[in-house]
C-alpha cells in the first residue's frame, strides 16, 4: 500500500497540470465538458494500468555494498578483541571487522554480521553446537 500511495503521489502533478492544459485548451478551442473529462480520465485510468509494470521502480531499492551482509554467517580469519580490528571472510570475501558484544574471537571461528559501518563490518561470534 506504501508504494501505491507513493506512486500515486509522483502521478499527481502530472494530472494537475494535464487538467490546467486540457481546460486552458477547451477554453481556447470551445471543446465541450464531457471531452475534457473523458481525456482526463483515460490519462488517469492509463496509470492505474501500468502501476503493475512500473511498481518496481517505486519499491525501495535492495541494500548495496556491506549492508547486504547483515545477518549473514562468516569465518574470522584472525583473532578479534574489543579495541582491535581484524579481518573476516562472509560470502567468499574478506572484510575488514571489528567485535560486537564478545570479549574475544579466535581465528576460524564463525561469526554473524550484526552491522555494517563504511567497508567495516560489526560482527560477533556464532555458538557452535556442541
Known amino acids: ?8 503521489l509522483y ?5 494537475v497540470f494535464l487538467l490546467s492544459v486540457l481546460i486552458l485548451v477547451a477554453r481556447w478551442w470551445h471543446w465541450p465538458g464531457w471531452l475534457i473529462s473523458v481525456l482526463f480520465l483515460a490519462y488517469v485510468v492509463k496509470d492505474f494500468i ?3 509494470f512500473l511498481k ?5 531499492a535492495e541494500p548495496a555494498g556491506s549492508e547486504r551482509l547483515i545477518g549473514e554467517l562468516g569465518v574470522s580469519v584472525e583473532p578479534l578483541s574489543h579495541g582491535r580490528e581484524g579481518y573476516v571472510r562472509v560470502l567468499g ?3 575488514r571487522a571489528r567485535l560486537h558484544g564478545a570479549r574475544q ?4 571461528q564463525k561469526v554473524r554480521v550484526r ?3 563504511g567497508m567495516l563490518l560489526e560482527v560477533e561470534p556464532v555458538a557452535t553446537d556442541t
Open 93 to 95: 570475501e574478506l572484510w
Open 50 to 52: 501500468l502501476y503493475p
Open 105 to 108: 574471537i579466535e581465528a576460524g
Open 11 to 15: 502521478q499527481l502533478p502530472g494530472w
Open 1 to 8: 500500500m506504501k508504494v501505491f500511495t507513493r506512486y500515486l
Open 115 to 117: 552491522a555494517s559501518s
Open 56 to 60: 518496481r521502480a517505486y519499491e525501495g
